[in-house]
């Protein structure tokens, strides 16, 4: 079975920086869970794969009213969610036959599972917030197993 690789990042507000580029080298597709801050941002992200972004609470000018507030993506096998905030979710995941959620906002990089549900919050891209780190996250599908590892960015 073939191993699919998705960079997940987030709260990139208007920032992309170099190192993020490097860590999404490679990678097949981009999530990005909102808190765009421009479109450029977008841009630089389609010039390294295909890009799956949604609407964060800061994401108000026109550009932005491309981008819907969710998204449903597939992944292999995998279906997984997409919003900006985790407190947003309408819905019950595992029985909406996803196997994963994937949300942003908080800027607090977490991987957990619930319900046999994954659960990635990649933390923020983008300038630094308080003392959270600054990150992103690889989601990998191998052999039908969803996995995320949380990348720490410099800066």
């Not at 479109?39 to 609407?55: G, Q, S, W, Y």
């Not at 995941?93 to 908080?106: C, D, L, M, R």
């Amino acid at each position: 079975m073939a191993e699919h690789l998705v960079g997940v990042i987030s709260d990139t507000h208007g920032l992309i920086r170099p190192e993020a580029i490097r860590e999404l080298a490679g990678v097949e597709l981009i999530v990005h869970a909102g808190d765009v801050g421009a479109p450029e941002v977008l841009e630089r992200l389609r010039a390294i794969a295909p890009v799956v972004a949604v609407r964060g609470n800061n994401d108000r000018d026109a550009w932005a009213a491309s981008l819907s507030d969710t998204e449903v993506v597939q992944v292999g096998p995998a279906c997984l969610y997409v919003l900006h905030d985790l407190n947003e979710l309408d819905l019950d995941p595992a029985a909406a036959g996803f196997h994963a959620v994937i949300a942003g906002h908080s800027h607090r990089p977490r991987v957990e599972e619930r319900s046999g549900v994954l659960f990635l919050n990649p933390g923020s891209a983008g300038p630094r917030r308080f003392s959270l780190p600054i990150a992103l996250a690889r989601l990998s599908l191998r052999d039908g197993k969803l996995d995320a590892r949380i990348i720490e960015l410099a800066g």
